[in-house]
């Protein structure tokens, strides 16, 4: 990374700035009359990116780079390894593949539904078919029908890591590049921030620890969320539904996503004024996409095969719960059946109201307030009841306005949302207002120390509260290298204390966007918490009548960040939207004068 | 004055990040060859160092190295107890593992300091350049592949020579860049394969008044000599009063193995069997007599004497003869002209002459050549297009060190990355030459570098393909191994024409 000849440093202006933009100042210091320094190691990296260099040498370096940390972590151990009989994430997965290679498709959600039976939509079906197809041309022992249970070759991990890797690189990074590359341009960010935010987003610890050390395919249902909100940059509805759709059949935790992308698509056909057609559109291309996605399920259950094998089999409540009636002997009762028992798979509604030990709001309170006296039903009803009040606002505001710009802020705030409050979360679903808040790195003034602050801590402390689930999985060390290089490289504490500190920008100006002193102040608390928690958990061991008491406590500090996490995306949202109004307002008004 | 971002310390502390992550990555028999000398060295007295022969491993390096490693053993003790123990063979505990490894990580800051003492050394205009060198070599492939997942401690060895010749370059301290040198061979003994240019160009430059030969200086002479003599009698005195110095002898320079080591090093006498295995089928047309003994030999690839089917043996009189004469070439201008960078060009130039030449050649002494030559690589794009093949060639022949599945992208994509990165760095900066360039070297760079993709995909990807898993597998690994040998090779002719030109 040579930077290049001092005659190229200036970075050409190449588009039309907003005002309020501040360019790539937030990337630089400037210490002393004409020195130029970055502004956090992230910066430093790609200092001699700056200008002059294109984007078809920085983009492949970028990729290989971020490729090389990911196939690194997958070095280290996975979800279940060594813990039989039931393993992890990693034996669900290479079953899934084993399953949907050797049956047919009308047995996919049926069969010996106690060991890691099929819970995922068809999506993931189908590309756990793929994977296993390919796999098996490597080594059919992979994926031997029943045989291979719990098979820990290693050369099984390295091809199963690849298909991470592989779908990752196929789906979710060309969406971010895209994503990032269309909102930058939107926003009016130059092309050096906009890769720094990419360096950013890519190398985000939480993601990379779960898809690549404990083992999930996060990235793909990620990744069609992202390529749908590229779409909606670019302003294709349809293609938007077409991979949101695509998102919802691959992983069903896209649905804390829905309401925003509902909300969103409802708003733009009604303001600013009422368009039927599309609407009609947008409608008719959604219910197309999940019939094509169920299609080769339903088709398959017609054959007089499959029908003997879905009428054998004992009914889903789902399907008993049916307000109607339907015949067994009736030509329909095998599709119904088939669909009835993938949503009976794919929502778990039998389970408990959170699982293992997460930090939402459910989790937390019970820990002082034993929810379990309550039934479940009631707890069912309360937990919608609160997931609704807390996303009604930021749905109502991005269906009012429907703006692009809007969608991150509102995303991440119901997401928050869901996670907080919704039923049935893993500590894994954080990815999932993760990914939305973090992307606003990219945007206008995205690098600045105050959104950089806010960002960087949710991510620190979202991946701080999966520490629990790595350390059993063995990543600790993984854990700490990522997650403490990605503090270093976007300039965080505990590796530097410089984002919370006053300077003056590029054109000596004072900073405009820093961290406020309330969120200094909450920052530097929880990290001096994450890092004694982490201290006390090394040294110490829980007391005997209370084994879980550090998990407990990583529960409730992350739940009380998470909370806080929401209230900023959440006023973050109202603050966007109310300075477009101005913006959009003023606009108006000098039209007018003229 | 130009901003050098980011600076050498940041991307050691990613690289060291990453290397961490290498934590779990295959590790050759050199890993359980260390682990055996922390025990030698903790568990016996140095008197028993080097006649211990439980493991198969015995202590092989001369005695600094020793005491490194017993220097080590004193921290590995909080580590793991269990990894000192003489008779633990192939002990490999987690926490060994990990203690080995990082070992390796932070002895690696010694390379950090010679480069960061590099850069400063460079004159103002030159700084950029001196800092893109030091840079590719920080982050060079070969280091991370030879040392951080094969394992050897490379990166220390190579920062001490890094800091010896960046303290060649002014007088006052050139009496510690010999002292520095001398210790460094008392550390590994590879290292003798430079010695001659260190010797000729002290000699020159520090015993004698640069500008008359006839001016001896007998002062400084004498401070190197005592210098020197010193840090060897430090080394060996203890070995000498043990009379121990026969059996140190015979366990350095173990004079028992082949010609070419189990992988073929990219070298002279790689082109020569593969020559030799071309002209099996056609020997009986051209009427020349075959060698049966010699048929099952080379393919195999295996440790051991390589015999010849149709061209005559090679013996070792004749490496020891062919390297030393193509080291003297060099020497007679360095002696000649005794200024910092014909000195790097000679050490370049001797580095070449032993790895092409020399007898049991392991691919990894590479290293020989590419980092001294990377210190001069950028002077003007004549040196540049010489050391451009060596870059890909070098680095690409690394490759069958490491044969398992997981390490395959590792070694490809970081490699590809380095020189993606260092070669398009390095076209921008360089500055055109004084004297026009000579043609044909361009073209052949140019070819060469455009081979080496389709060549990799094949031998990685398409061979496996074509023939399935596991069959003529010595293809591949002979095509790699005499490409690489003509890379170097083509950058070793042309870069004797720069330097004797220049």
Known sequence: MVPPRPSSHRPRKKRKATPSSAGPNHLVLVKGSDKRSPAFPLASFLWSARAGVSQWLVLPLILMAVGLFRWAIGLWGYSGFNVPPMHGDYEAQRHWMELTVHLPLSKWYLYDLQYWGLDYPPLTAYHSWICGKIGSIFDPAWFALDKSRGLEDPRLKVFMRATVVVSEYLVFIPAIVNFLRRYAHMQGVHAWPASVALVAVLMQPATILIDHGHFQYNTVMLGLVVASLDAILAGRMLWACIFFVGSLGFKQMALYYAPVMFAFLLGVCIFPRVRILRLLCISLVTLASFAILFAPFLIGATSDESRSVLTSAPQPPVLQALPFEVDKNSPLYAPIFQLMQIIHRVFPFARGIFEDKVSNAWCAIHTFYKLNRFEQGLLQKVSLGTTLGAIVIPCFIIFRHPRASLLLPALSSVSWAFFLFSFQVHEKSVLLPLLPMTLLLGGDNGLSKETRAWVGWANILGTWTMFPLLKREDLRIPYFVITLLWAYLIGLPPTSLEIYRSRSLLNGEKAKFEPHILAKLIHFSFYAAMIAWHIVEAYFPAPKELPDLWVVINVLIGAGGFGIAYLWCLWKLIVQCREIDRKVAGEESSKKKQ | MAELYPSLAQCAIVSAAFKILLFPTYKSTDFEVHR???????????????????????????????????????????????????????????????????????????????????????????????YAAALSILLSPGLLIIDHIHFQYNGFLYGLLVLSMVLARKQSTLLYSGIIFAALLCLKHIYLYLALAYFVYLLRAYCFDPKSILRPKFGNSFKLGLGVLGVFGIAFGPFAYWNQLLQLRDRLFPFSRGLCHAYWAPNIWAMYSFTDRVLIPLAPRLGLPVNRDALGSVTRGLVGDTSFAVLPEVKKEHTFLLTFIFQLLPLVKLWLRPDWETFVGAITLCGYASFLFGWHVHEKAVLLI???????????????????????????????????????????????????????????????????????????????????????????????????????????????????????VGSWVGFMVVYFTA
Not at chain 2, 40 to 68: G, M, N, Q, V
Not at chain 2, 97 to 113: D, G, K, N, P
Not at chain 2, 392 to 418: C, D, N, Q, R
Not at chain 2, 457 to 472: A, T
């Open chain 2, 370 to 488: 590419i980092i001294p030559f990377s210190l001069i690589a950028l002077k003007d794009r004549r040196y540049f297009s010489a050391f451009r093949p060596l870059a890909v060639a070098g680095h690409v022949s690394l490759f069958p060190l490491l044969f398992t599945a997981a390490e395959f992208p590792i070694k490809t994509v970081y490699t590809v990355m380095w020189l993606v990165l260092f070669l398009f760095a390095f076209d921008r900066i360089t500055p055109v030459p004084e004297r026009p360039r000579i043609f044909v070297f361009d073209r052949f760079s140019f070819l060469y570098l455009t081979v080496a993709i389709p060549l990799i995909v094949y031998c990685s990807l398409v061979h496996q393909l074509i023939f399935g898993w596991g069959r003529y597998e010595f293809l591949p690994l002979m095509f790699m191994s005499s490409y690489s040998a003509l890379g170097v």
């Open chain 2, 36 to 130: 055996n000398w922390l025990a030698i060295t903790h568990s016996l007295p140095a008197k028993e160092w080097y006649y211990e022969k439980t493991s198969e491993w015995t202590l092989d390096y001369p005695p600094f190295f020793a005491a490194f490693e017993w220097v080590l053993s004193q921290a590995a003790r909080f580590a793991d107890p269990d990894m000192l123990n003489v008779k633990n063979l192939r002990y490999d505990s987690w926490q060994t593992v990990y203690f080995q490894r990082t070992t390796v990580i932070i002895s690696e800051l010694v390379l950090l300091y010679a480069l960061q003492r590099f850069v400063k050394a460079a004159s103002h205009a030159n700084k950029q350049l001196a």
